[in-house]
């Protein structure tokens, strides 16, 4: 009876606990849509943070897509990331399964080798990359960006891929020789397939990162016509002044594409995870 009446102040506690948290994250959305539909007198009216308006500012939505040219940075953005995703995924694929599945040298040397380049940061490579490629005439080009991504990116892939093709049993391998499967069969037939919950791990969160991308695009690309969601969205900031109103408005949109892949793939998500940290 005691142990019983000490479970119920602790799950209540936990409860309590969650409702909190849930608060935390459920805040700063409900205050990016509160600003999206307010105009931009509202803000001169004492309205606060978390009120909505009298009047709901439709327009904001409205001049975001066609004064702000919301949907050519979106266009920009899905080019980048359609191009980019798929094969850094791929190039990332290619090199986890030589590391787990071939009988290659200096396997875990290669391995912390890629591993180390998550550890360089960014900003200090902006410089170099900035004097390579006004030699090489790739600034304000996709094919700048899309190099430089894939190159940022593909630590971490490998670093996911890697752990889930381990605990793959190498017995599907012996089965598949024995039915005359090559190594290139193998791979596209067999262990990408069952790889599926790590790639689309990889997807969601390789999508949201190439889309939210700000500093490089911002170093690379200095045309307006070919700016990406992030640095457009930044069109919106006046020198002057902001309308907050018309530039969450623009983030809300530019949400849209993001959570589309995230529900497309979220029922792998976790498995992929789950399986990439086993090893």
């Not at 307010?38 to 803000?43: C, N, R």
Request: hydrophobic share 50%.
């Amino acid at each position: 009876m005691q142990a019983g009446s000490l479970k119920i102040p602790r799950r209540l506690g936990i409860y309590v606990f969650m409702l909190i948290m849930m608060a935390v994250w459920i805040a700063p959305v409900y205050t990016l849509i509160a600003t999206a539909v307010k105009a931009k007198k509202d803000f001169y009216n004492n309205i606060g943070l978390f009120a909505l308006p009298p009047e709901i500012a439709w327009s904001n939505f409205s001049n975001a897509v066609t004064k702000g040219r919301l949907m050519q940075y979106i266009r920009n953005d899905l080019i980048v990331c359609c191009l980019k995703v798929p094969l850094g995924i791929f190039v990332s694929a290619l090199a986890a399964f030589a590391m787990t599945r071939l009988n290659i040298k200096h396997k875990t040397g290669i391995f912390i080798f890629f591993i180390i380049g998550m550890m360089l940061p960014v900003q200090t490579a902006l410089v170099p990359i900035n004097v390579i490629y006004s030699r090489l005439k790739l600034l304000n080009t996709y094919t700048g960006l899309f190099y430089v991504y894939v190159g940022f990116g593909i630590s971490y892939s490998i670093l996911i891929l890697r752990g889930f093709f381990r605990t793959i049993p190498t017995d599907i391998d012996d089965a598949g020789r024995i039915d005359g499967c090559s190594k290139w069969r193998l791979f596209w037939n067999i262990i990408l397939p069952i790889a599926k919950p790590a790639i689309a791990t990889l997807v969601i969160m390789d999508f949201l990162a190439t889309w939210n991308e700000y500093i490089i695009a911002l170093v690379i690309i200095n045309d307006n016509s070919k700016k990406t969601v992030p640095v457009g969205l930044m069109t919106f900031v006046g020198e002057h002044g902001t309308d907050y109103g018309y530039l969450c408005a623009g983030v809300l949109i530019s949400v849209a594409p993001v959570l589309l892949v995230y529900l497309i793939f979220q029922r792998y998500f976790v498995e992929g995870i789950g399986g990439a940290v086993k090893q």
